[in-house]
């Protein structure tokens, strides 16, 4: 007999690994990667080869040049990229695509020691730099279904600007809203495309349904109470995709059942708060980085109780115990 | 007044969702022929190891006790046959530690000592115990902490629920399942002599429901108005969800009693036995014969034909297997117990111990574990733990040697049941690490 192989128990492992976490994320985001290029154009599909390409590209050659084990199978990288391309809008330039993967995977992703080390979702951050760095072109909508090329095109609002600023006729309904005939980044406008995307995650239990519901939840009972249209404050702007598949990023939102419910109902509370006080229309990406460098701090107050650990008593200042 | 019985079980959280496996449920025990040779170690329980009582030369009968020790925490070890000692040595348990070990050759006779009978009719909770002790029983479920000081409980603590633990929960083994079909009836007399001389009125036999058969055979055999007019004897089903039969889970499941940190089921008035100890007990008092063999599932994908046999203790692993139509492939990793909480062993020449309940062969590709990556969060480990921890941190903490971190994230609470490390996508080696850590914190003086 050859030797045997002794490790520690337990000698038997569940069929979940990164890689087909990742997978699952990645089918999971392919309906509404579908809906962009239906909406906007083969444009669409460019943006995302080029943001998948440059992320896969940016993390090999990091993780190279750090001499560190490749972790490009993993396929965090790919997620991210087509995460980040889901945030852009359809005219930006690939070349400014390029530049926020690198942003991303080098400077967020892996100069922090890589998955699941990160402090910030890459792809939000990479998006928020890009909107600080080239505001203009960031926020140059197109319209739905206009497949012309370039500076040519059509420039529409985005539906959150429409309806609070303008006003107007020119608003969609709430059905174009769901189904995504809309101006807006590429994956966002589709509410239907998310939600099917969303719905197969917590079906796979790749997320727990805690963070969505509540971010939704909470962000809908706000828009109320501030005398909006839950409605449309749901399906508009980025709220969807950053609830299904942005805050619920494992590196940066907390660990615990308690702590996801706190996370949450912060994303939602400082969504809303944006979107009525705030000079900017949407406050998706910015709330959720918010409460990504709260994480940490989170955890620190929604630790679960262990087994058997009594309820810490409440001492009482010169109670008999104590002398 | 007697307690309710729960309509559900308490406790539905926690835990990991792991294969069955059990392909041997449907197979009736077989009785391994006698071994030409047994291997006793002086050590099959948890406590102090026993001294040898026999000298090399001398003749034993099947069931002499052949090692003892003066100490509380013990049990007794008897000879699974007759024949003579040819060896007193020492061997390498699973733990790496050595022991000493009899060596006995058969006569091939399996002449029983003589001076067994049956032990006098047991009146109160001493004689209880004290016939555990001569039985030389230990927990059958694996733990092997000698039964005399379980059921010799404490004066000032009293047990009003007994549970008696045929969940088997880890994958494969099958042995108590098989214990309860063809040996119910002693289960039953075991529970009614144990509840009446500690006085109990509730009693579980807690199964989880991936067994119906035995569910409705136990229940058939406890509905017993003579014995237990008051219907005091229930089968209780739970969720097949490991580990379930472990023994904070269980009294959590049947009673919503919670066992405070560092404490026993005793200190909430509950009494947990495994189903083979409770059947053996009963058989020990009809018959006087000590422990001297166990049912042991043997199984796993090297072995070609998995069965469940009952084996004089002692016997190499690998007589048992060739017993089984011998290896299916060349094995890569041999198990004593479960997958989950089952100990690679380093040869198929060691015994089959008291508290073996399985044996497993894996092939290379069953034994092949996932290369360990980065740690992305997910959160899976913290939901499969059934005590609360963070699996996650402590993994941290132990890198780290942070010994105030390990007690603050309460390490000792871990019973390495391995559902972290079953449940980890990136394959960190989450109850190594914990194991570990807990002997950083026993080196720095902590408390574990």
Redo the contacts between chains.
Sequence with gaps: MDKLIVSSSPHFHGKRTTQNIMLDVILALTPAMIASVVIFGFRAAVLILTCVASCILSEYLSRRLMKRPQTVGDLSCVVTGILLALNLPVTLSPLIAVFGSVVAIVVVKQMFGGIGQNFVNPALTARIILMNSFPARMTHWTAAFDYSAGADAVTTATPLVSFWQNGGPSSPTVLELFLGAHGGCLGETCALAILIGGLYLIIRKVISPVIPVTYLATAAALSALLGRNPLIDLLSGGLMLGAFFMATDYATSPLYFKGRLIFAIGCGILTMVIREFGSLPEGVSYSIVLMNILTPLIERISKPRPFGKQKEQKKKEGSPHEA | MALEFPKHPFRTHGG???SHCKNTWELPSVVLPPPERVILPMQQHIGAPCTPTVQKGDHVYLGQVIGDSDAYVSAPIHTSISGTVTEITSVMLTGGQMTTAVVIDSDGKMERDPNIYPPAAIRDREELAQAARSAGLVGLGGAGFPAHVKLNVPKDKTIDTLIVNAAECE?YVTADHREALENGKNVLDGIYKVKEILDVHRVFIAIEDNKPDVIEKLREIADNPEMDPLDEVRVFPLRSRYPQGAE?VLVQSCTGR??????LPADVGCLVMNIASISFLASYMRTGMPLTQKRVTIDGSAVREPKNVIVPIGTPIRDVIEFCGGYRT??????MGG??????????ELPVLKQNNAI?A?DGAQ?A??EP????????C??AC?????P?KLEKAVEKKDTAALQE??IG?CM?C?SC???C???R?L??AI?LGKSYLRKSGGKV
């Design positions: 990991a969702k792991v994958p904070k919670q066992i405070p940190m560092g404490k060349e094995p890569k990793k041999l198990l997958p989950m909480m089952g100990i690679a062993v380093t040869s198929d497993l894996f034994a574990s996932l990556a980065s740690c992305i969060r997910c959160g899976k913290v939901e059934p005590m609360g921890l963070v996650t994230l309460e609470t390495e391995g490390a079953f449940a996508p990136a394959g080696r109850v190594q194991r």
